[in-house]
C-alpha cells in the first residue's frame, strides 16, 4: 500500500484531520515564495499540493526548491498531463467526473500514462467533483464544464459513489479556486456519510470557521490554497488549527475542560 495513501487511511481511522498547503507555481513566485518556504519551515502541513488550472511555470524546478527547503510531503495536483513531475513524492491522479469533457475524464491520463508509470511516483486515483462556489472558477473554462449545483447534494454523492465503484481511492469536492463561498456543509457531510472513500475539500476556504466547518461536516483533508497568496503568515493559524482540532481549550487559556477531564 501506498505510504501517503496509508498515511490518510491511519489518520482518518484516528480521526485526525489534515491540511494540504496548495501553491501555484505561476502564482507563489519571488518574495511570496520566500516567505512561504520561510512560514513552511517552521509549520509543517500534512502535504503540500503543487498544481494549477493554469500552471506555465516549471513544476520540476518549483518542486525542487521546496524539497530542499521544507518537510512536508509534497503531492502532484495537475491540471493537465504536462504538469507530471518525477520530483514529487506522490499525485493525486484526478479524472474530472462532475464534468462530460472526456478530455479530463481520460484524456489527458493517456497522454501522461506510460511516463507516470515508468516513474514508480505513488499513483492515488482521485474523483474530482467541482462544485459551484458562487462565480465561474478556472477549472471550468479550462475544463469546459459545469460544476454541480450547491443544492444538489444527492448529484454529488451519487458522482462519488460511482468513482468508488470505479475503484477511485479519493474523492475531492472543489469549489475552484479563489470561490466567493466553499462546499456546503451539508453537502459535505451528505457525501461523507454516504460514500466510504476519504474525502477532501478545497476551494473558497478564507478563515478557521471555515476550516473547522469543514472538518465538522466530514472532511478528513482541507485543501487551502488562495488565501495563502496573499497572506502566507495565515499557514500557520491554519495548520495549528488542524493539528488541534477536536481538543479542548486548557483551562490557562480561559476555558473550563470537559467534566471528565477535571480533576475530582
Given at each position: 500500500m501506498s505510504n501517503i495513501y496509508k498515511k490518510i487511511l491511519v489518520n482518518r481511522e484516528l480521526n485526525r484531520k489534515m491540511?494540504?498547503?496548495?501553491?501555484?507555481?505561476?502564482?507563489?513566485?519571488?518574495?511570496?515564495?520566500?516567505?512561504?518556504?520561510?512560514?513552511?519551515?517552521?509549520?509543517?502541513p500534512d502535504f503540500i499540493f503543487v498544481g494549477g488550472s493554469h500552471t506555465v511555470s516549471s513544476t520540476d524546478s518549483f518542486i525542487d526548491i521546496l524539497k530542499e527547503e521544507v518537510k512536508s510531503e509534497i503531492v502532484l495536483f495537475p491540471g493537465n498531463g504536462s504538469q507530471f513531475s518525477t520530483s514529487a513524492d506522490a499525485m493525486l491522479y484526478l479524472s474530472l467526473l462532475s464534468g462530460r469533457n472526456a478530455e479530463f475524464l481520460i484524456g489527458q491520463h493517456i497522454t501522461s500514462s506510460i511516463a507516470i508509470r515508468k516513474s514508480n511516483i505513488e499513483v492515488i486515483p482521485t474523483g474530482y467533483l467541482l462544485i459551484d462556489g458562487g462565480k465561474p472558477s478556472s477549472v471550468e473554462y479550462i475544463s469546459n464544464t459545469r460544476p454541480i449545483p450547491r443544492e444538489k447534494k444527492e448529484i454529488a454523492?451519487?458522482?462519488?459513489?460511482?468513482?468508488?465503484?470505479?475503484?477511485?481511492?479519493?474523492?475531492?469536492?472543489?469549489?475552484?479556486?479563489?470561490?466567493?463561498?466553499?462546499?456546503?456543509?451539508?453537502?459535505i457531510e451528505y457525501v461523507s456519510v454516504g460514500s466510504s472513500l476519504p474525502l477532501l475539500v478545497g476551494g473558497g476556504i478564507r478563515t478557521l470557521d471555515q476550516l473547522n466547518d469543514a472538518f465538522d461536516a466530514g472532511a478528513d483533508v482541507v485543501v487551502v490554497g488562495n488565501v495563502f497568496?496573499?497572506?502566507?503568515?495565515?499557514?500557520?493559524?491554519?495548520?495549528?488549527?488542524t493539528r488541534n482540532y477536536g481538543q479542548f481549550v486548557p483551562k490557562e487559556f480561559g476555558e473550563q475542560a470537559p467534566e471528565d477531564q477535571q480533576e475530582l
Amino acid at each position: 500500500m501506498s505510504n501517503i495513501y496509508k498515511k490518510i487511511l491511519v489518520n482518518r481511522e484516528l480521526n485526525r484531520k489534515m491540511i494540504a498547503v496548495l501553491l501555484d507555481p505561476d502564482q507563489c513566485r519571488g518574495i511570496i515564495l520566500s516567505r512561504t518556504i520561510a512560514i513552511l519551515k517552521m509549520n509543517t502541513p500534512d502535504f503540500i499540493f503543487v498544481g494549477g488550472s493554469h500552471t506555465v511555470s516549471s513544476t520540476d524546478s518549483f518542486i525542487d526548491i521546496l524539497k530542499e527547503e521544507v518537510k512536508s510531503e509534497i503531492v502532484l495536483f495537475p491540471g493537465n498531463g504536462s504538469q507530471f513531475s518525477t520530483s514529487a513524492d506522490a499525485m493525486l491522479y484526478l479524472s474530472l467526473l462532475s464534468g462530460r469533457n472526456a478530455e479530463f475524464l481520460i484524456g489527458q491520463h493517456i497522454t501522461s500514462s506510460i511516463a507516470i508509470r515508468k516513474s514508480n511516483i505513488e499513483v492515488i486515483p482521485t474523483g474530482y467533483l467541482l462544485i459551484d462556489g458562487g462565480k465561474p472558477s478556472s477549472v471550468e473554462y479550462i475544463s469546459n464544464t459545469r460544476p454541480i449545483p450547491r443544492e444538489k447534494k444527492e448529484i454529488a454523492l451519487s458522482t462519488a459513489v460511482a468513482a468508488e465503484l470505479l475503484g477511485m481511492r479519493l474523492i475531492y469536492l472543489e469549489a475552484g479556486s479563489g470561490a466567493d463561498i466553499p462546499v456546503p456543509v451539508d453537502m459535505i457531510e451528505y457525501v461523507s456519510v454516504g460514500s466510504s472513500l476519504p474525502l477532501l475539500v478545497g476551494g473558497g476556504i478564507r478563515t478557521l470557521d471555515q476550516l473547522n466547518d469543514a472538518f465538522d461536516a466530514g472532511a478528513d483533508v482541507v485543501v487551502v490554497g488562495n488565501v495563502f497568496e496573499s497572506e502566507p503568515e495565515k499557514i500557520i493559524e491554519f495548520t495549528a488549527c488542524t493539528r488541534n482540532y477536536g481538543q479542548f481549550v486548557p483551562k490557562e487559556f480561559g476555558e473550563q475542560a470537559p467534566e471528565d477531564q477535571q480533576e475530582l
